[in-house]
Nanobody
Framework: QVQLAESGGGLVQPGGSLRLSCAVT????????MAWFRQAPGKERDFVAA????????YYADAVKGRFTMTRANADNTVYLQMDSLRPEDTAVYYC???????????????????WGQGTQVTVSS
């Protein structure tokens, strides 16, 4: 079992920045893939970013590439999502996700992740 707890959401003006954190506890290993997804009201849960296994490459959705940065601090088992140049369309509930047996071709699919946090609201508005 893996437990995930997000924090860091809030209200920010367009062009501003936020950093989300995801505290990871439980059974993780070098095979654990970590990801961020987001879900706006009335929409499906969309892929934002993922780091494939520990030390692997990080992938981003086209909508956030160049603005968001995902990092993983192995020392304290925390995953971060640095969000810069935020836009109103980034408004959503952001979820941290994990899976211990994901294959590379599945990293962008929410249905492939076994473990989820409770989500944190990000609102971008003036």
């Amino acid at each position: 079992q893996v437990q995930l707890a997000e924090s860091g959401g809030g209200l920010v003006q367009p062009g501003g920045s936020l950093r989300l954190s995801c505290a990871v506890t439980g059974r993780t290993s070098s095979s654990t893939t970590m990801a961020w997804f987001r879900q706006a009201p009335g929409k499906e849960r969309d892929f934002v970013a993922a780091t494939f296994r520990r030390g692997g490459r990080t992938y981003y959705a086209d909508a956030v590439k160049g603005r968001f940065t995902m990092t993983r601090a192995n020392a304290d088992n925390t995953v971060y999502l640095q969000m810069d140049s935020l836009r109103p369309e980034d408004t959503a509930v952001y979820y941290c996700a994990a899976d211990n047996s994901l294959i590379l071709s599945s990293v962008r699919g929410a249905e492939h992740y076994d473990y989820w946090g409770q989500g944190t609201q990000v609102t971008v508005s003036s």
